[in-house]
T-cell receptor
């Protein structure tokens, strides 16, 4: 089992719809969870972090965390063509101590259709 | 405030040549990382440095060496490049809260 798993997609949604991206992780002790957005040919950009169970909202983005079920999701409301990118889920590696390592999923490619 | 910078942006090497990828951050972060990203493989950690003066191997260290020159700078060296090292290389730095910030990347082709 991979440490962090995401559906690779591609996921296509029409403009204005809600895009739902999911991620599961295997290390039950993980405490820090992140979503990165990566446009084609660019570097990953941190867009959301979440540390507690429940929802965290930032503009059109909502991150949801359920530690009991070991999943984290990202909802994008009112999706825009500019949201078309690959979204990477990242989880802290608790054995890494002061090195603050993250384990990344392989990413979900999202396309928002005009 | 430039964040994380990397040089060069692009590089083509012949098999057996050596080169050093440079990375610098101006955010006063303690930890720095080198990743490679290949299609279908996601981000894989090559080496990391938890703090100035320390370096450790990540998931795929073979064929690479690193130097943490000071708190700001972390370089990655390929001593004898191989076609399998064709990839996009990202440097990142981290806060104490695990948030990592990435540089723009170096696209390396080894022929």
């Amino acid at each position: 089992q991979k440490e962090v798993e995401q559906n690779s997609g591609p996921l296509s949604v029409p403009e204005g719809a809600i895009a739902s991206l999911n991620c599961t992780y295997s290390d039950r002790g993980s405490q820090s969870f992140f979503w990165y957005r990566q446009y084609s040919g660019k570097s990953p950009e941190l867009i959301m972090s979440i540390y507690s169970n429940g929802d965290k909202e930032d503009g059109r983005f909502t991150a949801q965390l359920n530690k009991a079920s070991q999943y984290v999701s990202l909802l994008i409301r009112d999706s825009q063509p500019s949201d078309s990118a690959t979204y990477l889920c990242a989880v802290n590696r608790i054995s890494s101590g002061s090195a603050r390592q993250l384990t990344f999923g392989s990413g979900t490619q999202l396309t928002v259709l005009p | 405030n430039a964040g994380v910078t990397q040089t060069p942006k692009f590089q083509v090497l012949k098999t057996g040549q050596s080169m050093t990828l440079q990375c610098a951050q101006d955010m006063n972060h303690n930890s720095m990382y080198w990743y490679r990203q290949d299609p279908g493989m996601g981000l894989r950690l090559i080496y990391y440095s938890a703090s100035e003066g320390t370096t450790d191997k990540g998931e795929v260290p073979n064929g690479y060496n690193v130097s943490r020159l000071n708190k700001r700078e972390f370089s990655l060296r390929l001593e004898s490049a191989a076609p399998s090292q064709t990839s996009v290389y990202f440097c990142a730095s981290s806060t104490n809260s695990y948030e990592q910030y990435f540089g723009p990347g170096t696209r390396l082709t080894v022929t």
